[in-house]
């Protein structure tokens, strides 16, 4: 795996390069054929599965297939940042994992508590459950 | 170099930094990019909880069941993959230099992008000849504004793939050029990560729903 492709510095800049160079700029890598071919076989493999369990109406249980849906579409999701986005804890000094993280952290919340505020207002603005308006007050 | 300690205002060296801090060019529009990549995340994650939240109230109108057509889901899902490792192929392409089968393999990206949109269009104006109009209930206006937002984001990904591939054919692999492609390869991959999300919470668990 070519960890830092020289022909994007010209000569001059590399002369005045920093002494490490993965400090600035170029800490990214590209992966190499073989890497982009196992992401993506890895990806077909994921996304076929849920397919098929879907479309060939594979498990009885709701449930559990949408939670096995999930856990290929988490898995798969997992598979491209590796293979094609090339995410690693190196590259940019470390900074593309921490914003990803902070991301990630931001997604949570704001799934996790739009869905679980939202369900119980739902729950408890059923329109069988008419208030009282006495009971308002 | 004299101690930071006994330094008087008077005689205190001042030190410039001058070749020690040479960043090359275009060192920080990576991380820059990455960083308005993330931000869009966060756009489509509160597009994911508005269709989380409102993607069961159908208000008697349709449901996915009735609307939603997998083989042709599967199909567009082939085209974006497709896409991604063919985009793959072009960077490994441009980082050996070869400028023709870089472009060959950018057009073959976009072309695939082009059926992916073309699928998407085409199954927007097959619901909204049954009546399945945004306007019709919660559900569909929340799957609009969530799969209209990323067939919006592939258009402009395919936009920027055309002045690229224009541009690398008139100025060659220039340095400029070869950040630009890199940039729109961590887009088009995104873009490709935002739709496994789609297809799983959207087409997937709406037909188990």
């Known amino acids: ?137 | 170099m004299s101690s930071p300690a006994n330094t008087t205002t008077a005689d205190a060296p001042e030190f410039y930094e001058i070749v020690a801090h040479d960043h090359p060019a275009h060192a920080s529009t990576q991380i820059g990019f990455w960083i308005y990549l993330m931000s869009d995340c966060l756009i489509f994650a509160s597009l994911f909880a508005i269709y989380g939240v409102l993607g069961g109230s159908f208000a008697a109108g349709p449901s996915p069941e009735h609307l939603f057509n997998l083989p042709l889901v599967a199909v567009s899902t082939t085209a974006l993959l497709l896409s991604s490792i063919t985009y793959g192929f072009a960077m490994l392409d441009m980082d050996e230099g070869k400028q023709k089968s870089t472009l060959i393999w950018l057009s073959i990206t976009g072309l695939l992008g082009a059926v992916f949109l073309g699928l998407t269009l085409y199954e927007f104006y097959h619901m909204i000849q049954e009546g399945a109009v945004p306007q019709r209930s919660a559900f569909l206006s929340a799957f609009f504004v969530l799969v209209g937002t990323h067939a919006l984001h592939v258009t402009f990904g395919i936009l920027w793939l055309i002045t690229l591939v224009a541009q690398i054919s008139m100025k060659g692999l220039i340095p400029a050029n070869k950040i630009r492609v890199q940039c729109l390869s961590m887009f088009w991959h995104f873009l490709d990560v935002i739709w496994i999300g789609v297809f799983t919470v959207v087409y997937l668990m709406g037909m188990l729903r």
């Open chain 1, 1 to 137: 795996m070519s960890a830092q492709s020289p022909d994007t510095l010209t000569a001059s800049e590399m002369a005045h390069a920093h002494p490490n160079p993965h400090a600035h700029g170029d800490g990214h890598d590209h992966g190499t054929r073989r890497t982009y071919l196992i992401g993506f076989a890895l990806s077909v493999i994921l996304t076929a599965i849920p397919f098929w369990l879907v479309m060939g109406d594979v498990i009885a249980d709701r449930t559990i297939a949408t939670l096995l849906i999930m856990a290929f579409g988490v898995a798969q999701i997992f598979v491209h940042m590796v293979y094609f986005l090339h995410m690693n804890t190196k590259s940019e000094g470390g900074w593309t994992m921490m914003a990803a993280i902070f991301t990630i952290i931001v997604i949570v919340i704001a799934l996790s508590g739009s869905l679980w505020v939202m369900f119980h207002l739902n729950t408890n603005m059923m329109p069988g459950h008419t208030m009282n308006p006495a009971d308002m007050i």
